[in-house]
């Protein structure tokens, strides 16, 4: 997964991309656990689908959504700017079917 900033985030949900990006704190064991999952699901996907910030780093994505803990994925659908927010990631197969139904 590739780290993105507060801007580059911006941008690419402005220019409507289809994308996953997940939220975490770098000390977080939890966040650990669930980027696991995630770079297991991120292989059958397609390059550049599932992104990250760091939490500490987006205060404004924080704000504006309302991210209340992490780890937090945000699946953009690409044509609206609200996202949906997932925070208990259940399993490989339930986080690459809520990214797929918004990918394809």
Not at 35 to 49: P, T
Request: net charge negative; proline share 4%; glycine share 4%.
């Amino acid at each position: 997964m590739r780290e993105i900033g507060q801007k580059e985030a911006r941008r690419a949900i402005w220019e409507g991309c289809k994308l996953a990006l997940f939220v975490y704190t770098p000390m977080c064991g939890t966040c650990a656990a669930a980027r696991r999952m995630l770079e297991v699901a991120e292989h059958l996907l397609s390059e550049g689908a599932v992104l990250q910030s760091n939490i500490n780093y987006i205060p404004e994505l924080v704000q504006d959504y309302r991210i209340s803990s992490v780890p937090a994925l945000l699946i953009y659908n690409g044509e609206n700017e609200i996202p949906e927010i997932i925070y208990k990631m259940e399993s490989v197969e339930h986080l690459l079917n809520r990214i797929r139904s918004v990918m394809e």
